[in-house]
């Protein structure tokens, strides 16, 4: 059994999700940009990457209250931060 301390989080036993190659740099763009407005085709990104990594089924949330996809994009900014497979 491993364990691997993150900061003062420690998993025990687990891998650490990683985008695969072509997510990886998906994300490296989206991260890149430079204004505040999220456009359809970035929520459609964030909502296929967050159901392919968070093992769910893919929806899209209402966009009128931009709470689910700033935390899915944390979720995502934390896969981003393990670096790729």
């Given at each position: 059994m491993s364990v691997e301390i993150i900061g003062?989080?420690?998993?025990i036993?687990?891998?650490?999700t990683k985008?695969?190659?072509?997510d990886y740099i998906d994300w490296a763009k989206f991260r890149a940009r430079t204004n505040d407005t999220i456009y359809k085709?970035?929520?459609n990104l964030i909502v296929e990457l967050h159901a392919k990594y968070f093992k769910h089924k893919v929806y899209r949330p209402c966009t009128c209250n931009p709470k689910v996809y700033n935390k899915w994009i944390y979720d995502l900014n934390e896969i981003?931060?393990?670096?790729?497979?």
């Open positions: 003062t989080l420690k998993l036993g687990m891998e650490l985008f695969d190659s072509p085709d970035e929520i981003y931060n393990n670096g790729q497979d």
